[in-house]
T-cell receptor
């Protein structure tokens, strides 16, 4: 069974600064997907970024980028130029890429506060 | 417009009540999901439907009964719940039932008294 660990329950960052959220996972699979979701106070979970394990290049989406270390089973999220709207819970998630795999395994989340 | 709409937004019910949660997706997706989000716990997958057929039931108690009449609508019928069932219930959809990112609704905050 896969597990996802987010070791930082809460973090804060000054507006316009950079912050990194950590995520590690445990799996015996070689092919899989990793995701970061954001859940603001509105409660809707929003996909921030996605990484395929077979791709060596780290995914980027505007101010969001990941540091994917497959051997270390690490998948951290870097938020650059933090904005007040980035305040939210951030969840790391794992998905096995095998056929019939539909169960995302989530971490417990990191609460990020962006301070003006 | 999130693409996935959940109603009601909040629900308070007694342990002997019967209520239903509704989810509707406007994205043309083929798979729909129910997740339970409790404080300080990872999201728990409850049910998955693919093309209106249930493909996963993660050992959820029978007091939770899902219904998927078509690919756009998903219900969660609640009956004789317990206080520990109080949580945020999230509906999600995806283009297919595997390897696809999920699109979530805003959730229903359920309180069982």
């Amino acid at each position: 069974a896969q597990t996802v660990t987010q070791s930082q329950p809460e973090m804060s960052v000054q507006e316009a600064e950079t912050v990194t959220l950590s995520c590690t996972y445990d799996t015996s699979e070689n092919n899989y997907y990793l995701f970061w979701y954001k859940q603001p106070p509105s409660r809707q979970m929003i996909l921030v970024i996605r990484q395929e394990a077979y791709k060596q290049q780290n995914a980027t989406e505007n101010r969001f980028s990941v540091n994917f270390q497959k051997a270390a089973k690490s998948f951290s999220l870097k938020i650059s130029d933090s904005q007040l709207g980035d305040t939210a819970m951030y969840f790391c998630a794992f998905l096995d890429s095998g056929a019939g795999s539909y169960q995302l395994t989530f971490g417990k989340g990191t609460k990020l506060s962006v301070i003006p | 417009e999130t693409g996935v709409t959940q109603t009601p937004r909040h629900l308070v019910m007694g342990m002997t009540n019967k209520k239903s949660l509704k989810c509707e997706q406007h994205l043309g997706h083929n798979a729909m999901y129910w997740y339970k989000q409790s404080a300080k716990k990872p999201l728990e997958l409850m049910f998955v439907y693919s093309l209106e057929e249930r493909v996963e039931n993660n050992s959820v108690p029978s007091r939770f009964s899902p219904e998927c009449p078509n690919s756009s609508h998903l219900f969660l019928h609640l009956h004789t719940l317990q206080p520990e069932d109080s949580a945020l219930y999230l509906c999600a959809s995806s283009p297919s039932s595997y390897n696809s990112p999920l699109h979530f609704g805003n959730g229903t905050r359920l309180t069982v008294t």
